[in-house]
């Protein structure tokens, strides 16, 4: 099975910090995805790859920065947080396969600005 | 644009209640279709998807058609249970990179 791993379940910052969210997954997937999930919102894009060092802006790219320097793992990047990036942060794969090219996501990261 | 719109929640049901959860979309061009269940506590799963106009999707007792005529996608289940206890995202995908488009979720209750 697919197996998408977000390196932290609960994160506690405090505004201003810079948050580092990592993901990972192990299926050789080409396209990696992060969506920020809020109540009453559902699912809103960040930032995608489909290729290692590609990224592309989502929906809501505003505060937020990706990277990606191996094909396996996919990073997101606070700059500087604020209360408003208080949010569950999914990440997701996908691999170009046709037949095989629905998204796979992690357990999801819920981070708290203070 | 691409965009999908599910019926609001929650949904409150009794255990063997038959269940509709309504899904309609606005796409360019022939998308795919997809339900995603999120258990609490987790992250999306895949429940079912349909790739062209007349698919049935299926699933652990679910079943969604893909309508062409109705751009609709509406999500059943003939008798649920506690279980089924979760939040259901309706999506399409679409457009360059295979991107995707949820609806913002309905949540169904369901009681003993």
């Known amino acids: 099975d697919v197996k998408v791993t977000q390196s932290s379940r609960y994160l506690v910052k405090r505004t201003g910090e810079k948050v580092f969210l990592e993901c990972v997954q192990d299926?050789?997937?080409?396209?990696m995805f992060w969506y920020r999930q809020d109540p009453g919102l559902g699912l809103r894009l960040i930032y995608f790859s489909y290729d290692v060092k590609m990224k592309e802006k989502g929906d809501i790219p505003e505060g937020y920065s990706v990277s990606r320097e191996k094909k396996e793992r996919f990073s997101l990047i606070l700059e500087s947080a604020s209360t408003n990036q208080t949010s569950m942060y999914l990440c997701a794969s996908s691999s170009d396969i046709a037949g095989a090219n629905v998204l796979t996501f992690g357990a999801g990261s819920r981070l708290t600005v203070l | 644009g691409n965009s999908v719109t599910q019926m609001e929640g929650p949904v409150t049901l009794s255990e063997e209640a038959f269940l509709t959860i309504n899904c309609t979309y606005t796409?360019?061009?022939?998308?795919?279709l997809f339900w995603y269940v999120q258990y609490p506590g987790e992250g999306l799963q895949l429940l079912l998807k349909a790739t062209k106009a007349d698919d049935k999707g299926s699933n652990k007792g679910f079943e969604a058609t893909y309508r062409k005529e109705t751009t609709s996608f509406h999500l059943e289940k003939g008798s649920v249970q506690v279980s089924d206890s979760a939040v259901y995202f309706c999506?399409?995908?679409?457009?360059?990179?295979?991107?995707?488009?949820f609806g913002s979720g309905t949540k169904l209750n369901v009681k003993p």
């Open positions: 796409a360019t061009g022939y998308p795919s």
């Open positions: 299926m050789d997937h080409e396209n």
């Open positions: 999506a399409l995908r679409r457009g360059n990179f295979n991107k995707f488009y």
